[in-house]
């Protein structure tokens, strides 16, 4: 009497609670499935259009899979715009972007984040309200200051500020360092070091998430950014990826050339492809930033 | 004591005298750097104290050629300058290999160009000019006036005066004289035309063909047009009579051929008050009306963009009349996969052919240019060397005006075939006043794109009628060229 | 065209880092000073006192203070560059464009004082107000669609699935892609005569309308082209639904609630900090809509997709106004600056902050 038996459980309802949890997981699977094949799919028409003949482009049935793949069009691509050029002063300008990116705004951010001064709050609030502003109502007083230093056609504008400090990066980095455990810290200032070495040999090494992260943001910023290049640089050997790709589309008139244009999109974008791989294990786990746990 | 008295006298004088040339010195557009001044037959302009600061640009120039023989007396000029253009397409080769000659013809000169997006490049030249450091060459398709008002250009008024070959306006298909000049009666020439063009009406000959209509002809008037373009229309097939160039452009011509001697009432600088809410501009908006909301067979407005041919629907084969610009030949319209034929615009009456020759292609000179001398031997290369204008014409995008050239072969009869150059040649060279309609506004986007595009689209559609929108534009483009004409400094 | 939160200004589009380790669940942590090596300088000081036969007490005073002001001068020093950067690169400029603003300079010539007239020249103009209905209505539009969609999205993967790390990746990777390449690859697909939305809908017999040519239906466009990117939110949701006790979930359905009661008092709730942080960002970035409509539909046809950037920078590049550019990213900043105020104003009545919780 005291153990129930088969006979006095109460009936399993239809839809037992495991039936229920597997119909659920079949539900997410077909909808995430679903939505994946929704927005993979544009990529993957971007892809094959650039694998196109220029008639198979504006075909009706639309051409899914074009047989033979035209690989010849990446060629003639780069035989018409120098795109391999303008793909290396990408690289260049946002290799030198993320240096510096990487050194003020950690070195600004521990100084945020566990060096005391009065108004350091303060300044702080100061510096993250420039997040808020709009971009272009500073355009055009940096382009004449710029140009008053003869800093216009080079490089200089789009690279020097990066090596002053970035808001974003700043605060990135020092929400991540105010989860550092002082331990280690306030051993190494017992130790007598100094308030560099504490930063550069103990902090900085545990900050490599922070830093990755960072870098990542900045790669991905610096080489979609398209307005910047487009003011400075005057000279088309000097022209970045996004500049390029606008003047693609706007100087590509004479006849359908969108299987062009998607081969210089999907070049463009290969890089954002490879840095995400990459990075892609910090960051799809989400815990980037979480820092150092205990 | 008269001595002295007198001498002071005399020393005030001279010191009131150099005071003021300091002033009128100080006050005068940017001074390029001096230049080599060069054996020539010019002047004392140099050396008098007086105002010609403001003038700017240094006499003496190169003996110049006369139109058969390059120059042989001209010392050659070293130095680099950078042309600055914007996107020709196939034209680009021809700015390529004039480049080319001018250095081979000047060695030691070195000639960087500058190509950009048409529109991006108005707006880098902005940035450029307010930096201080534009280019020194600039290539125009209109009057580059606000920076001549704002001395920012190069009066080119003596250079051109004491050209053997520029002062002769026989030799030429058409005023040379910058077109601000003429119509304004200004005394400062700042543009120097290398090219003209002209609207021409282009025809689909397969689509005649399979209608069995015959082809437009220089007797047709609009009416002529309408009528065919609603016969044409063919929604079935997706086919429209009519397709219209840009709004600007349209207009303009219709316009003009109802008052070619006053020009164009819309956009110009100096009116205190625009007048298109009269009999002729209903009349021009009535058509657009009558074409795009009535009729039905002009393309719409919001699909132009669908189409992936040069030409939107015209290029595709959608459409059977184009009114377009005559550089669209030389440019993409030389691999339409269809016959197509060019002929005079349609004009308002029968008989009645007034000179639409109103755009001009030119150069400008920064004043900053550092090397006024070479800017001034390229740009004169361009206009009026036969060299320089057989490459023009070879590029197929502006008709050259050097009247030899503009009438050989090369220019008629281009490699490449393609017909009607005679007729662009023809029309440019049509009795009358040349006039560049657009944009001497000061600023060239904002009246066309804020109000009168719009107007015309919402016409085409039906959504406005004509005597609505002759009333808006009126409304708003009073104010405002009001207010721009306050605002400009006045012409010298 | 606004790039990384740089000397651009402006917010990037990047989503905020997932809140630190959950400890620090407030938005806007406050640095909590070493305490342990207070209490070290404290024993210091007072060792010293005490070893210092008769010494003046100015002696430790000063030891003391030199130690604070050693630490101020490095942390001067630290953020030196940063400061010297928003010195130069930003106020200087902003302090510039707010002179422009009171001025009419057409970057031919000189500015010419006008005082408030460019302010008066905005109210009076109806393309302004247009701009103004745009931006509003995508951003009414986009900024719940976001937060909606990519939390719902975060939801459906935070399960225990296999293959969820390939799902994210498929998600994640749209958002990472490059705005004008992204703005060429969406012209291609909406075009209404070969683009491939249009040419499936032909091919089920259905013609599709004119994307980006109807005014009716373009700044439609622009807000569904805008929803691709959703799984940018995907980290911060994916971190900060990690970070919410399971004893929570369990205690909710010991007392019998639902799938819905879950999300609604315990999952958002615990998510509130990490949604007040992306409302005041989504808010920020959807004001400042540019790159899109630049690319795809230049401001629409017939004005319906001229959002307040693009028309700014109309009048700054296209007209050369560049007083009334300038006049009209002040009224921006300050329409942003107010409708953050009012969501910050707004938390405590909705924003739970973990830290505070323990803390009390």
Redesign the interface.
């Known amino acids: 009497m005291s153990t129930p038996t088969r006979a006095t459980l109460p009936r399993q309802p239809f839809w037992s609670r495991r039936m229920r949890r597997t119909l659920l997981?079949v539900l997410?699977?077909l909808?995430?499935v679903t939505?994946?094949l929704l927005?993979?799919f544009?990529?993957y028409?971007?892809v094959s259009?650039s694998l196109k003949t220029a008639q198979d482009?504006?075909r009706?049935?639309?051409v899914w899979f074009p047989v033979p793949l035209q690989w010849g069009n990446y060629p003639e691509l780069l035989h018409r715009f120098p795109f391999a050029l303008y793909m290396r002063n990408s690289v260049f300008i946002s290799a030198l972007?993320i240096l510096g990116?990487l050194l003020?705004?950690s070195?600004?951010a521990?100084?945020?984040?566990?060096?005391?001064?009065?108004g350091?709050?303060i300044?702080f609030m100061?510096?993250l309200s420039?997040?808020?502003?709009?971009?272009?109502?500073?355009?055009?007083?940096?382009?004449?200051?710029f140009?008053?230093l003869h800093w216009?056609n080079t490089y200089n504008p789009l690279i020097v500020?990066?090596?002053?400090?970035?808001?974003?990066?700043?605060f990135?980095m020092r929400?991540?360092f105010?989860?550092v455990p002082?331990d280690l810290?306030?051993a190494a200032?017992?130790d007598g070091a100094?308030?560099?070495r504490t930063?550069g040999q103990i902090v900085l090494p545990l900050a490599r998430p922070a830093l990755l992260?960072v870098a990542i943001?900045?790669f991905?910023?610096?080489?979609?950014?398209?307005?910047?290049p487009?003011?400075y640089l005057?000279?088309?050997q000097k022209y970045t990826?996004?500049v390029a790709?606008?003047?693609l589309?706007?100087?590509v008139?004479?006849?359908?050339e969108?299987h062009l244009?998607?081969a210089?999109?999907t070049l463009?974008?290969i890089p954002?492809?490879l840095?995400?791989?990459f990075a892609?294990r910090q960051?799809?786990?989400?815990?980037?930033?979480?820092?150092v746990?205990g | 004591m008269e001595p002295k008295k007198l001498s002071r006298r005399d020393f005030l004088r001279w010191s009131a005298l150099l005071a003021g040339v300091a002033t009128l010195a100080a006050c005068a557009p940017a001074k390029p750097t001096e230049l080599p001044t060069v054996a020539a037959s010019a002047a004392s302009a140099t050396t008098a104290p007086e105002a010609t600061a403001a003038s700017a640009e240094p006499t003496g120039t190169q003996a110049a050629e006369p139109t058969t023989a390059p120059a042989t007396e001209a010392p050659s000029l070293a130095g680099e300058i950078e042309y600055f253009s914007y996107d020709l397409g196939p034209a680009n080769k021809s700015r390529e290999e004039i480049a080319n000659a001018f250095q081979a013809a000047n060695p030691g000169s070195k000639v960087k160009l500058t190509v950009l997006p048409y529109g991006d490049n108005w707006n880098k030249l902005a940035a450029l000019m307010a930096a201080g450091t534009p280019p020194d060459v600039i290539y125009g398709d209109f009057s580059l006036l606000k920076y001549a008002l704002a001395g920012q250009l190069l009066d080119l008024t003596e250079q051109f005066n004491a050209d053997p070959v520029l002062s002769k306006p026989d030799l030429f298909t058409m005023d040379m004289r910058d077109p601000i000049q003429a119509k304004f009666g200004t005394s400062h020439l700042y543009n120097l035309v290398l090219g003209t063009w002209v609207p021409v009406l282009y025809y689909n000959r397969d689509i005649f063909d399979a209608a069995s209509q015959s082809y437009p002809d220089d007797k047709w008037t609009w009416e002529d047009l309408r009528a065919v373009a609603k016969k044409l229309t063919d929604p079935a097939k997706q086919q429209w009579g009519v397709q219209f160039g840009t709004t600007l452009d349209t207009v303009g011509w219709l316009w003009w051929q109802h008052q070619p001697k006053d020009f164009w009432a819309i956009p110009q600088i100096f009116p205190e008050k625009t007048d298109f809410n009269n009999e002729v501009g209903l009349d021009v908006f009535s058509f657009w009306y009558n074409l795009g909301s009535q009729d039905k067979s002009a393309v719409p407005f919001s699909e132009m963009g669908s189409f992936q041919a040069y030409g939107a629907a015209f290029g595709a084969g959608k459409a059977a009349m184009v009114i377009g610009g005559d550089w669209d030949a030389g440019w993409g319209y030389r691999e339409l996969p269809f016959k197509w034929g060019v002929t005079y615009l349609p004009t308002v009456k029968k008989d009645y052919r007034p000179a639409l020759n109103c755009m001009v292609a030119t150069s400008t000179i920064a004043a900053a240019t550092k090397q006024p001398a070479l800017a001034w031997q390229f740009a004169r290369f361009m206009s009026a060397s036969t060299e320089g204008q057989t490459l023009i014409g070879e590029g197929a995008y502006e008709t050259p005006v050097l009247k030899d050239v503009a009438h050989s072969d090369a220019v008629l009869k281009p490699s490449w075939g393609a017909p009607g150059y005679d007729v662009r040649v023809k029309a440019a060279e049509l009795p009358g006043p040349m006039y560049c309609p657009y944009p001497l506004d000061m600023d060239l986007w904002e009246f066309p794109s804020k109000h009168f595009d719009p107007t015309v689209q919402k016409l085409s559609t039906g959504e406005m009628k004509p005597e609505e929108a002759v009333a808006y534009l009126d409304k708003e483009g009073t104010p405002y060229f009001a207010e721009m004409t306050k605002n400009m400094p006045p012409i010298k | 065209m606004i790039a990384y939160g740089g000397r651009w200004g402006g917010l990037p589009h990047l989503p905020p880092p997932p809140p630190a380790a959950g400890r620090q669940g407030c938005a806007w942590p406050v640095a909590t000073p070493s305490g342990r090596l207070l209490e070290l300088e404290e024993a210091s000081v007072q060792l010293d006192r005490a070893l210092k036969p008769a010494g003046p007490r100015a002696n430790a005073h000063r030891f003391r203070l030199s130690l604070q002001r050693r630490e101020a001068i490095a942390c001067a020093l630290f953020i030196a560059p940063a400061v010297l950067g928003f010195l130069v690169f930003s106020l200087f400029p902003l302090l510039t464009s707010a002179a422009l603003s009171l001025t009419d300079y057409h970057l031919a010539g000189w500015p010419r004082y006008v005082g408030l007239a460019n302010y008066a020249t905005l109210f009076g103009d109806d393309l302004w107000w247009q701009a103004v209905r745009v931006t509003g209505i995508y951003a009414l539009c986009v900024v719940p669609l976001w937060l909606i969609n990519s939390l719902a999205l975060a939801l459906l993967m935070n399960q225990n699935l296999r293959g969820m790390n390939v799902f994210r990746t498929i998600y994640y990777l749209p958002a990472m892609l490059s705005g004008v390449a992204v703005s060429m690859l969406w012209i291609w697909l909406l075009s209404y005569r070969y683009g491939l939305i249009n040419t499936s809908l032909r091919l089920v017999g259905v013609q599709g309308p004119n994307w980006v040519g109807d005014k009716r239906w373009a700044l439609f466009s622009i807000i569904l082209m805008s929803q691709w990117s959703v799984g940018w939110y995907l980290p911060t949701w994916l971190g900060a639904l990690q970070n919410i006790p399971t004893e929570l979930y369990e205690a909710a359905s010991i007392d019998g609630g639902g799938w819905w009661a879950r999300i609604r008092y315990i999952t958002l709730p615990m998510l509130s900090a990490v949604i007040f942080y992306n409302l005041i960002m989504n808010i920020i970035w959807a004001t400042q809509l540019f790159t899109e409509v630049f690319m795809v539909t230049g401001g629409g046809p017939q004005f319906s997709t001229l959002s307040y950037m693009l028309y700014l920078y109309n009048n700054a590049f296209g007209y050369s106004k560049m007083g009334v550019a300038s006049a009209m990213s002040w009224l921006l900043f300050l329409a942003v600056l107010l409708l953050t105020i009012a969501v910050f104003r707004s938390s405590p009545a909705w924003v739970y902050y973990e830290a505070e919780r323990r803390r009390a």
């Open positions: 997981k997410t699977y909808a995430l939505g994946s927005f993979l544009p990529l028409w971007q259009t482009t504006v009706f049935p639309p972007v990116t003020s705004s070195l600004a521990y100084g945020f984040a566990r060096l005391r001064m009065p350091r709050d300044i100061v510096l420039t997040l808020m502003l709009p971009g272009a109502v500073l355009l055009i007083p940096q382009f004449v200051m140009q008053s216009v500020p990066a090596f002053f400090g970035n808001p974003f990066s700043i990135l929400q991540f105010m989860g002082h810290e306030d200032r017992i100094g308030y560099l930063y992260a943001y900045t991905l910023s610096t080489w979609n950014d398209f307005l910047g487009l003011i005057s000279d088309e990826v996004a790709l606008r003047y589309q706007g100087s008139r004479t006849r359908p969108n244009l998607m210089a999109a463009s974008i954002c492809v840095v995400f791989f892609q960051f799809i786990q989400g815990t980037v930033i979480s820092g746990k």
